[in-house]
């Protein structure tokens, strides 16, 4: 099955400690990007890859990384996160000018 | 950047009445125009699209409608249903996919039985 697979779908961490939120997709995308959710804001992009090894900055880019190692795999690390980093979070992959395809969300609580 | 703006935040309609979220776009390079449906707790999932060389695309009950000169876009649903109460959300990009989608705010619709 064609699919999106984002872990954790849920996650509650402290200020300060350094996570990690994984993206996969089996769909040989060379697009992939990160989006967070946030009330009456919309869906906000933080980081997106043209393909292995290339990343660049979307619009809300402070306090998250990106690495592009693998087609497949493009994760978002926090190193420091902060309570403003609360957010629900997608990850997307896609075809040049196709259909994003969107993962199951991560919803984190930073406290 | 690409500024994308989207009316209503909310809108409310009777079952079987139609309804229309618009948006507008600044930048005249942006090529691909998707909208996204999403479901209380669910990801957003593509519902239709429409590209710069074509004005309108329908779909069963839902269409698309692009004015490339005043550059906005619309949707239209027909007919509509308790399951189309979601939120809508329009997009712009002049690359395509995902790695250049420039999201509107996001439109709840709320259908009235």
């Known amino acids: 099955e064609a699919q999106v697979t984002q872990n954790p779908r849920y996650l509650i961490t402290v200020t300060g400690k350094k996570l990690t939120v994984t993206c996969s997709q089996n769909m040989n995308h060379e697009y992939m990007s990160w989006y967070r959710q946030d009330p009456g804001l919309g869906l906000r992009q933080i980081y997106y890859s043209m393909n292995v090894e290339v990343t660049d900055k979307g619009d809300v880019p402070e306090g998250y990384k990106v690495s592009r190692k693998e087609k497949r795999n493009f994760p978002l690390i926090l190193e420091s996160p902060s309570p403003n980093q609360t957010s629900l979070y997608f990850c997307a992959s896609s075809l040049r000018q196709g259909e994003a395809f969107f993962g199951q969300g991560t919803r984190l609580t930073v406290v | 950047g690409e500024n994308v703006e989207q009316h209503p935040s909310t809108l409310s309609v009777q079952e079987g009445d139609s309804a229309v979220i618009k948006c507008t776009y600044s930048?005249?390079?942006?090529?691909?125009f998707p909208w996204y449906k999403q479901e209380l707790g669910k990801r957003p999932q593509l519902i239709i699209d429409?590209?710069?060389?074509?004005g309108e695309k329908k779909d069963q009950r839902i269409a698309v409608t692009l004015n490339k000169t005043a550059k906005h876009f619309s949707l239209h649903i027909t007919e509509t249903q308790p399951e189309d109460s979601a939120v809508y959300f329009c997009?712009?990009?002049?690359?395509?996919?995902?790695?250049?989608?420039?999201f509107g705010k996001g439109t709840h619709l709320i259908i009235q039985p």
């Open positions: 429409i590209r710069s060389n074509v």
């Open positions: 930048d005249s390079a942006s090529n691909y």
């Open positions: 997009a712009a990009s002049n690359g395509g996919g995902a790695d250049g989608l420039t």
